[in-house]
Structures are given as C-alpha cells and as structure tokens.
C-alpha cells in the first residue's frame, strides 16, 4: 500500500459533475401518461394486424409476433415510467442543465449566451395532459437540448427567462 488514505465522498461521475450544488427540477409525471397513450396506439395496431394474421392463415408465426409485440409493450411500459422519472432540467447563472436516459444517460449543457431560439410546443396529447415541451435551439445543430413535460405556465416562465437570459448574455460578447 501507498500510504494515502481516501476520505469523503467518492468523485462524481461524468453525468454527475455538481451533484451537491446543482438543484434539479423534475418534469410533470403526467408524461407517463402520454407516452403510455403513444404507445398503446402503435400496440394497437400491431396486435390487430398480428391478430387477423393469426385468425386468417392460423399460421403460429402470426401468434409469436402477438406474444412479442405484448412483452415489448410490457417492457417499454416501465421503461417509460423510468425514462420520465430520469427527466431533469436545472438553471444555474450562465447556462441551462438538461439530463435524461436510461440505459444512455445524457446530460446536456446549452451556455445562455449561446441559444439562438427557444421553441414551446404541444401537441393534442399533450394538450390534453396540459403540458407542453420547451426547445432550445443552438448554432450547432447536435446541442439542441428539450424539457418535455412541462406545465404550460412554467414552460412559458423558463422561455421568457432563458430569452431574456440569451440576449443579456449574447449583448456582452
């Protein structure tokens, strides 16, 4: 042995670099419901069309994509539930934090100075949820960073501040 000696917490990892400063905001649970709604769709017509095959030809292929497109649907249920619950965005004073993923674990960071626009949109479901999805857009096409989920209330207040906080920071370059 070394002789050194090790104390405290160990050193975050990549996705965790501020884990006892940052304060992270998580986005409204009600997404698990429209993505379940979305996929229920896609399920349906899947197991329709598996089911006539079946009924038609009574060939066993058409029962095994049945069974398979049921536990896929099972699975990517509570992946869906767990995605939603890894959702997070956070506001420091110079740049905005957005995490998500599962198995992929990304954590973006758009710098304020350097957002070109800020989308919010909603589509019918997620209108139906009362919930909308704030975009953030930037010079490099590939930082483009989202928070889905959102209130419409609060989806309004984080696009008028990082706005406002785009142009205060681009205005000192």
Avoid: C, N
């Amino acid at each position: 042995m070394s002789g050194v000696e090790f104390t405290g917490p160990p050193p975050a990892g990549p996705l965790e670099p501020w884990p006892a400063t940052v304060r992270w905001t998580p986005i409204s649970r009600d997404l698990i419901w429209v993505e379940l709604l979305r996929l229920a769709a896609v399920l349906v017509v899947v197991v329709l069309a598996a089911a006539i095959g079946w009924a038609l030809s009574g060939h066993w292929l058409f029962g095994l994509g049945l069974v398979v497109a049921l536990l896929l649907g099972a699975l990517r249920s509570v992946s869906i539930v767990r995605a939603v619950h890894a959702w997070g965005y956070a506001e420091r004073e110079d740049d905005l934090l957005v995490r998500h993923g599962l198995l992929v674990r990304r954590l973006s960071i758009v710098p304020y100075s350097r957002m070109q626009f800020v989308d919010v949109s909603a589509g019918p479901l997620e209108r139906a949820f009362d919930l909308a999805t704030v975009q953030l857009h930037t010079a490099a096409a590939a930082s483009d960073a989202r928070v889905p989920g959102l209130r419409p209330a609060e989806a309004s207040r984080l696009r008028d501040r990082l706005t406002a906080l785009g142009k205060d920071r681009a205005e000192g370059l």
